[in-house]
């Protein structure tokens, strides 16, 4: 089956070409790079690749050049890889397989780390496997990337204007749940994911997760209660709880931090500090 792939960018000069290596090794019919206005060499790298076709959106954010590269897709079937993601060969098909095996209009990989270059990375990849890969099969929530997408799906929600700009997939996501129809869930299929594994850097994203939760509130306060919940009770307390029953220490901090310093950004955001 045809597939194209979309990767939104900016200033990825330090990951971008692992990630279109990766994703060239899986043969996709098409690759498109959106960047968002990059000052560095991220688009320089893009452009020795061959086949690649380009969009720079400048001035945008990267839920609308999301959907600036799915407009631009030629196939019904999308794949949206982040700068961050490491395809391993065959893993575009694995994931279509889970598709079927499935039936969803939406699946996401599982989740594993590209490089256990410190505490933070091995934490994370404990907090995913606690939370974002088991169990496979039909969610009510999922992420947006790495993921394939049958293009009927943005008949019913877009990445656009309408979507929190800073973290998209908890709008997306929330406001396609309304649309019984939509199948989305989480495959068999592991795809690496390369962070910068320093204590700033998950602070850094941390901070970022905040201010997009703080977005999603405003758009949805009626999802408010549901949101402080989550940062404030289920991060901090049931996952950590989990964590700690299934002998995965290490995740526990990374659950209390991401919590607590998602929430101090959630309200940095509302005070306009953010």
């Known amino acids: ?28 019919d098409e690759v498109i790079v959106v960047d968002g206005n990059s000052s560095d060499k991220t688009v320089a790298i893009a452009r020795e690749f061959e086949g690649v ?7 945008s954010n990267l839920t609308r050049d999301r959907q600036i590269g799915i407009d631009a897709a030629k196939n019904e079937l999308i794949a ?9 060969p065959g893993d575009l098909q694995s994931l279509l397989k889970d598709m079927e095996r499935y039936d969803l209009d939406i699946v996401q990989s599982g989740l594993v780390s590209h490089k256990h270059s410190g505490f933070w990375d091995k934490a994370e990849e404990a907090l995913w496997e606690l939370t974002h890969n088991t169990p496979t099969g039909v969610r009510h929530m999922i992420g947006t990337a790495p993921a394939i997408y049958r293009k009927r799906v943005f008949n019913c929600v877009r990445f ?3 979507i929190t700009s800073t973290v998209d997939d908890a709008d997306f996501m929330y406001r396609l ?22 204590f700033s850097s998950y602070m850094k994203k941390f901070q970022m997760y905040g201010k997009g939760d ?29 964590a700690l029953r299934t002998g995965q220490l290490h995740a526990i901090p990374f659950f209390v931090l991401q919590g607590w310093v998602r929430f101090f950004g959630l309200v940095r955001y509302f005070l306009g500090l953010s």
């Open 80 to 88: 949206m890889i982040d700068g961050d993601h490491r395809l391993q």
């Open 214 to 242: 703080g977005e999603f509130c405003y758009k949805h306060p009626e999802r408010a209660p549901s949101m402080l919940f989550h940062l404030l009770v289920r991060y901090p307390i049931i996952y950590s709880w989990r």
């Open 53 to 59: 076709r380009i969009i720079e959106s400048k001035g």
């Open 177 to 198: 749940s309304k649309f019984s129809e939509i199948r989305i869930g989480v495959g068999d299929t592991k795809v690496g994911q390369y962070h910068f594994a320093f």
């Open 160 to 162: 656009d204007d309408h």
């Open 1 to 28: 089956m045809k597939i194209s792939v979309v990767v939104c960018v900016r200033n990825e000069e330090k990951r971008i070409r692992e990630c279109l290596e990766g994703i060239f090794k899986n043969e996709p």
